[in-house]
C-alpha cells in the first residue's frame, strides 16, 4: 500500500471524438492494469476520470491515455488536475453512468467500417454471429447515422427499441469485451433482421435467404435497392452492360459517372491501378469511394461495363463498409459471379433528390428504378451518401494544411459524408470568446456547418438545393446538427443571392441575425479557416458561377482577403464573356464557345464548320442577335464556363447531363506528350485575358491539330497563366500566400500542377486538405468569416 506521501489523485476533462470508440472501457483497461481507483463517466463537460494512486503510476496512466486511445478516438484537448490523496480509496476503479446536462463536449464519432475482429466472427461457423449483416463493436459499425441525440447511449439511438439479449447484455456491461457500451451491439437472437421484398410490396424470403436470393437476383441482371448504413443503395451488375444501361435510363443518369464496390483490394486492383496510399484510403476505417485509374481487362475476370465512366478514365471504387455487404458478396461468388463481383453502388434516389433512407420512403420513390428491396428494421436516422476522394501522392499534396498529414494519405475531397462527418475541421482558436456561427451554405452541392469553440462542424454532404426534398434534409441536418453540438447559433451567413432556398431559409425561417458573404469571398475564407491562417493572403477562386457583388456573375477571381482586418476586394478576375441563355448555357456549352468566338470578332465558320451546326443550326444562327443586344445574356467571369466552351469548340460536349461533365471530358483526353503551351497573358487593366486562350484552341481546331494536344496545350497554358497572373497582384498587394479553392480544382492537371507553379516564384499555396475545394467547402467559408465578425463586434 503507498504511503499517503506518495499518493496523487488526478483528474482528468477530455474532449473530442471519445464517445462510442471504446474510449471508457480503454480507461478503464489502462486503470486496472496499474491498480488504480477512481471512475470514468461521460459528462456535458468531457469524459471525466479520477485516478489515484501513487504519483508516479498516475503519470504513466496519463501517458498511455493520450499514446494508446482506440483507433476510432481522436482527443481533442485534455485538461489535467493533480491533487493531494490522504488515503488510496478502496472501492476500485468503475465506470459511471453518463451525465446528461447542456454543451457536451464528446464528440459522435463517424460511421466506421467493420473492423477485422468481427469479420472473423461473422466468418466462423461456430460463432453465434456467424453471417448475421449487422455484426458490430466499439471498434467499427454505425454512429452518427443512428444517433437521435446526445449523450451517445443504446436509448438515443435508433437501437432502442432492440432490448439486449442475455448473450449480448453480458457483453454490453463486461468493461473488458471489445461491445462494452456497444451501443448498436446485436446478434441474431435479439437485433435487426432483414427480408426481400419485389417492388411491388409483394414479400419474397428473409435473413440469410433473402441475401442469397438477392445474390441470384443481381446475377441475372435485376436491378436491387439496398438499404445501408446512412440510406439506400441502387444496385447492379456493374460487369453486366444492360443492366448498367437499364439502371440509367431509370435513373434518369445517363451518363454521369457511376460508383463500384467490389469484394476485396485484390478485386479491386482487377479493375483499377491501385498505390499503396490508394490501398490504405480503400481499406481504412473510413472505406470511401476512391477515384482511381481504370486498368487494363485481365484474362480471368470480366471487365466492367464500359457505360460505368464513359467520360474519364477515373472509376469511383469502394470495399465493404458494412456485415450486410461482405455478406452479400460471399453470396455473390456462390451464385456465379466469378473470383472477382463488382456491383455498382449509387444513391439510391431520382438524380438531384436526397438519398431515401425509410423503408416506406424507398418503396415509394424508387419502386420505377428497383426490381426488389432488400430492408431491414434498423432505422436510419441521418441521411449520409458515400464520401467521394481522390487519393494523392505526397508530393502532389503541397500546400494542404499541415495537420492534414496526420489524418492519413492526402486526399482531393469531391464529397465529404460517410466515414467523414460529423468530424470537425480545427480553425483558429480566438482569443475572447467563441461566437456560435451556422454557414447555411450555397445552392448546389450544399452543406452547412457550425462553428464551436475553435472547430467547425461542416455538415455530410446535402445535395442541389432546388428542390422541397432536399430542402427538407437541409432543415433536417440545420436541426440535427445543433443538437448532437447543443449549440445555439447567434448568427447565420448565407450567400448574396436572395432566390437560393439557403438564402430564404435564412432570412425567412431561421429567425436569427443574419448576414451575407459573397459566394468567392467564401471559398477563399474556408482554404484559410482550414489553415488557421491569420493575416493577408491573394486568393484564387476559379469555380463555375456565384453571384458577385457588382450583380454579375464571377467565377475566375483574385481576391485580396485579410482576416485579421476583415476586409476582402475583388483585385482582378477573368476576362468578362456572355452567357447566351442564362443557366441553358451551362447545360449546352457551345452557347459559351460560339460566344467566346463572337467576342473575339469570330461570327462565322471559317475553313470547318463549328461542331454545334448540325444539332443547334437554327439556334446558333440567332446566337449573335442574342449577344450583341444581351438579350438573356448575362456577363459572367466564370473559370468552369472556359473549360465548358474549349470542350464544345473541340466537338466532344455540345451538351452536357451533368455538372462539370464536359471540363471532365476535356480533362481526359489530354495529350500528357505534349509540352507546349498556349500564352495566356494579363490585360492592362489586370484580367487574365483567358480570350486569348480561346482564340489560340480555336486557330488549332480550324487546322486540325488533334483534340488532345489541344487540350493538352489549354490546361498547360491556362496553369502559367495563372501563376504568372498570381505573382503579379500577390506582388502588388504585397503578399506571398495564395489560397486556392473552387470546383476547377477538382481538375487533376490544374490542382496538381498549379501549386507548384506558384512555388516557382516564390509563392506559397495554400490548399483545401480536409473539405471539398468544390462548393461542398462554402459553409465552413461562411461559418469561420461570421464567427471572425462577431468576435470582431
Known amino acids: 500500500m503507498p504511503t499517503a506521501s506518495s499518493l496523487a489523485r488526478r483528474r482528468f476533462v477530455v474532449t473530442g471524438q471519445v464517445q462510442g470508440v471504446g474510449f471508457r472501457p480503454f480507461v ?46 481522436r482527443i481533442v484537448s485534455l485538461d ?117 421484398q419485389d417492388a411491388d410490396g409483394g414479400s419474397v424470403c428473409q435473413g440469410m435467404d433473402a441475401l442469397r436470393e438477392l445474390a441470384r437476383r443481381l446475377v441475372a441482371g435485376e436491378i436491387a435497392a439496398i438499404k445501408g448504413l446512412g440510406g439506400f443503395h441502387l444496385a447492379c451488375d456493374a460487369t453486366n452492360d444492360t443492366a448498367v444501361q437499364l439502371l440509367r435510363e431509370r435513373k434518369l443518369r445517363p451518363h454521369k459517372p457511376l460508383a463500384v464496390m467490389v469484394p ?84 439510391g434516389n431520382m438524380s438531384d433528390e436526397p438519398i431515401a433512407l425509410g423503408n416506406r420512403e424507398a418503396l415509394d420513390r424508387l419502386a420505377h428504378i428497383a426490381d426488389c428491396f432488400l430492408l431491414h428494421d434498423r432505422d436510419i436516422l441521418i441521411r449520409t451518401d458515400d464520401s467521394v476522394v481522390m487519393p494523392l501522392r505526397p508530393e502532389d499534396a503541397a500546400g494542404q494544411p499541415e495537420a492534414a498529414s496526420k489524418h492519413g494519405p492526402p486526399l482531393l475531397y469531391f464529397r465529404r459524408a460517410r466515414g467523414y462527418t460529423p468530424s470537425p475541421v480545427d480553425i483558429q482558436p480566438l482569443e475572447h470568446g467563441a461566437p456560435v456561427v451556422l454557414g447555411a451554405g450555397p445552392e448546389l452541392k450544399n452543406t452547412i456547418c457550425l462553428t464551436k469553440g475553435a472547430q467547425a462542424f461542416l455538415s455530410q454532404h446535402i445535395g442541389d438545393l432546388e428542390n422541397l426534398e432536399t430542402l427538407g434534409f437541409f432543415r433536417e441536418i440545420t436541426t ?66 456565384g453571384l458577385g457583388e457588382d450583380g454579375t456573375l464571377w467565377g475566375g477571381e483574385a481576391i485580396f482577403v485579410d482576416t485579421g482586418a476583415l476586409a476582402h476586394e475583388r483585385v482582378a478576375h477573368f476576362a468578362p464573356i456572355l452567357l447566351p441563355g442564362g443557366d441553358a448555357a451551362v447545360k449546352e456549352p457551345w452557347r459559351i464557345a460560339q460566344s467566346c468566338l463572337h467576342a473575339l470578332g469570330i461570327t ?3 475553313t470547318r464548320p463549328w461542331p454545334w451546326l448540325d444539332e443547334f443550326g437554327a439556334m446558333s444562327s440567332m446566337l449573335p442577335q442574342m449577344l450583341e443586344k444581351k438579350i438573356n445574356a448575362p456577363v459572367t467571369t466564370s473559370c468552369g464556363r472556359l473549360f465548358d466552351g474549349v470542350a464544345a469548340m473541340l466537338g466532344i460536349a455540345n451538351t452536357a447531363s451533368y455538372e462539370g461533365q464536359a471540363a471532365i471530358r476535356l480533362e481526359g483526353i489530354q495529350d500528357s506528350s505534349e509540352t507546349a503551351a498556349y500564352a495566356c497573358p494579363m490585360r492592362e487593366d489586370g484580367a487574365l485575358d483567358t480570350l486569348a486562350l480561346f482564340i489560340q484552341v480555336h486557330a488549332d481546331w480550324e487546322v486540325g491539330v488533334p483534340a488532345g494536344v489541344i487540350s493538352r496545350r ?21 503578399v506571398s500566400n495564395v489560397a ?16 507548384p507553379a506558384l512555388a516557382a516564384r516564390g509563392l506559397t499555396p495554400l490548399r483545401h486538405g480536409f473539405v471539398p475545394p468544390n462548393d461542398g467547402c462554402i459553409a465552413l467559408g461562411q461559418a469561420a468569416w461570421g464567427r471572425l465578425m462577431l468576435a470582431k463586434g
Not at 182 to 188: L, S, T
Not at 264 to 283: G, P, Q, S
Not at 490 to 519: C, I, K, Y
Open 28 to 73: 478503464y483497461r489502462i486503470a486496472v492494469e496499474r491498480d488504480l481507483a477512481g471512475f470514468v463517466k461521460n459528462s456535458p463537460e468531457g469524459v471525466v476520470i479520477e485516478v489515484t494512486g501513487p504519483e508516479s503510476v498516475t503519470e504513466s496512466f496519463r501517458s498511455a491515455l493520450v499514446n494508446e486511445v482506440p483507433p476510432l478516438a
Open 80 to 196: 489535467d488536475r493533480i491533487f493531494e490523496a490522504d488515503a488510496m480509496p478502496d472501492d476500485g476503479f468503475r465506470i459511471l453512468k453518463s451525465d446528461t446536462g447542456e454543451g457536451h463536449a464528446v464528440l459522435i464519432s463517424p460511421d466506421t467500417a467493420t473492423c477485422a475482429d468481427c469479420l472473423a466472427e461473422m466468418n466462423d461457423p461456430q460463432d453465434r454471429r456467424f453471417l448475421y449483416p449487422f455484426t458490430n463493436c466499439t471498434n467499427c459499425g454505425p454512429r452518427y447515422t443512428i444517433t437521435r441525440s446526445i449523450p451517445y447511449d443504446r436509448a438515443t439511438t435508433s437501437m432502442a427499441c432492440f432490448p439486449l439479449c442475455e448473450a449480448c447484455a453480458a457483453e454490453y456491461e463486461d468493461p473488458l469485451n471489445r461491445r462494452f457500451h456497444a451501443q448498436p451491439n446485436a446478434c441474431p437472437v435479439c437485433g435487426p433482421r432483414i427480408w426481400l
Open 264 to 347: 476485396d483490394i485484390d478485386a479491386a486492383a482487377v479493375y483499377v491501378h491501385i498505390d499503396d496510399d490508394a490501398k490504405t484510403v480503400l481499406t481504412g476505417a473510413v472505406r470511401p469511394i476512391a477515384l482511381l485509374p481504370r486498368s487494363k481487362p485481365r484474362p480471368e475476370s470480366a471487365p466492367l461495363a464500359a457505360s460505368i465512366a464513359t467520360d474519364t478514365d477515373l472509376v469511383g471504387v469502394m470495399l465493404p463498409y458494412t456485415p450486410l455487404h461482405h455478406v452479400l458478396f460471399r453470396f455473390l461468388k456462390e451464385s456465379g459471379a466469378g473470383a472477382f463481383p463488382a456491383l455498382v453502388m449509387t444513391s
Open 480 to 545: 440535427h446538427l445543433q443538437s448532437i453540438l447543443q449549440v445555439a447559433p447567434e448568427l447565420v451567413v448565407h450567400d448574396l443571392h436572395p432566390n437560393f432556398l439557403a438564402t430564404r431559409w435564412a432570412l425567412e425561417e431561421s429567425g436569427l441575425p443574419t448576414m451575407a458573404l459573397q459566394h468567392h469571398v467564401a471559398h477563399i475564407h474556408a482554404v484559410l479557416a482550414e489553415h488557421r491562417f491569420r493575416g493577408a493572403a491573394l486568393g484564387l477562386a476559379l469555380d463555375g458561377t
Open 604 to 606: 462565322k465558320p471559317g
Open 714 to 734: 489549354f490546361h498547360l497554358g491556362l496553369i502559367q497563366g495563372l501563376a504568372a497572373w498570381a505573382a503579379h497582384h500577390a506582388q502588388r498587394l504585397g
Open 740 to 755: 486556392l479553392s473552387g470546383g476547377v480544382f477538382q481538375n487533376r492537371t490544374i490542382a496538381l500542377g498549379l501549386p
